[in-house]
């Protein structure tokens, strides 16, 4: 039988951290207590402006080469989530596959399912090695949030970060993967979203992230605990079995309640909103590779990978490392 699993990942930010009083020295109406206490995040990295979503996704994408000791040349699908593509087209997996040097002829392509991204294309890639075809997958979460937040909003622009994850996913007699699912209620769409699009020449709706900040929360905690339960079912696993819960970054106490509800010590969540902030489809795999670099996440570990965001979407993986 054919399993997928995971071996190696790379993490990428842009620049120095900008922290949360340097958001108030650039005139932002926040302070540093207000945005720690409500969401826990104390750092954020923001892109410079010839920085590109598939520059981030290409450097987390060759950190995660570089720790499978796999080629690039080697490389059959590039699976890429983000909700802030280079273009509106050619996808932005294509663009990495060509900057990688991944050979033509590989399969690649984006998927979009915002914060919920890389659980989405990690089990699409999951799915597609399973059944035979392709044997390496690059599966990376990158975004350039700060580019569709209004820094007017000081509801929404302390929140998010720019900055990529990526794993190699590879064809294995052993299970990585044990149990995936995903979920969708598009009827919530208008709980987060932005309606922006171009026609005509123009931008026709709005180009910013908009958000329903208490009504996502209260979602989150919900559809988070559910799914984790889940999928834990799916494996016929039990929580005693499992070592680490990586949930989507977005919010401390959002992460908090969820460990709660599944019955999780703190101590066995890996926590990086602090640092890197809220960065959408890039946070789960960022999450996975500071506590895969930093010793804490060891080989044959069970983890859980928590999305959750606009769509409504959410889902999670069972993973053994
Ligand atoms: O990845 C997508 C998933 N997104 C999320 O998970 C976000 C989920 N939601 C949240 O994390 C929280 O709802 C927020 C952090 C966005 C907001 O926290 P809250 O506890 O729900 O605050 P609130 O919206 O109820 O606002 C409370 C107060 C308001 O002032 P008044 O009306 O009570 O006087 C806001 O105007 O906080 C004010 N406020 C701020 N104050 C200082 C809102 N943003 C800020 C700010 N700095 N940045």
């Not at 409500?38 to 995660?64: C, H, M, N, P, Q």
């Not at 392509?109 to 059944?131: E, H, M, W």
């Not at 995903?182 to 171009?198: E, K, M, P, R």
Request: proline share 3%; hydrophobic share 45%; charged share 20%.
């Amino acid at each position: 039988m054919i399993f997928s699993r995971i071996v190696g990942t790379g993490g990428y930010v842009p620049g120095a951290p900008v922290s949360n009083n340097d958001l108030v020295a650039r005139g932002i109406d926040t302070s540093d207590d207000w945005i720690v206490e409500r969401t826990g995040i104390r750092a954020r990295y923001i892109a410079e402006k010839d920085v590109r979503t598939s520059t981030l996704a290409a450097e987390a994408a060759r950190r995660a080469l570089d720790a499978a000791g796999i080629a690039a040349t080697d490389i059959d699908l590039v699976v890429l989530a983000s909700t802030t593509p280079d273009m509106v087209f050619p996808s932005t997996a294509c663009l990495v596959q060509n900057e990688l040097g991944i050979p033509p002829g590989a399969t690649a392509f984006d998927v979009q399912a915002v914060c919920s991204g890389f659980v989405y294309a990690l089990t699409v890639a999951d799915k597609f090695i399973r059944s035979g075809s392709h044997k390496r997958a690059l599966v990376i979460g990158a975004e350039t949030l700060s580019r569709i937040v209004d820094w007017k909003d000081r509801s929404t622009c302390v929140l998010f970060g720019d900055g990529a994850g990526a794993v190699v996913l590879a064809a294995d007699d052993k299970a990585g993967i044990l149990s995936s699912a995903l979920h969708a209620d598009g009827s919530q769409h208008q709980i987060l979203n932005t309606t922006g699009q171009i026609a005509g020449g123009e931008i026709v709706g709005s180009p910013f992230l908009r958000m329903d900040g208490q009504a996502v929360f209260k979602q989150a905690v919900k559809v988070l605990g559910d799914v984790g339960q889940e999928v834990l079912d799916l494996a016929g696993l039990s929580l005693d079995e499992l070592d680490w819960l990586i949930p989507h970054q977005a919010n401390i106490r959002i992460m908090q309640s969820v460990a709660k509800r599944l019955k999780i010590p703190a101590e066995r969540m890996v926590v990086t909103v602090d640092m890197h902030g809220n960065t959408s489809a890039a946070s789960v795999p960022l999450a996975l590779d500071v506590a895969v670099r930093d010793g804490r996440i060891r080989p044959g570990q069970l983890v859980m990978l928590q999305g959750v965001g606009g769509g409504f979407t959410w889902g999670a993986v069972l993973a053994r490392v």
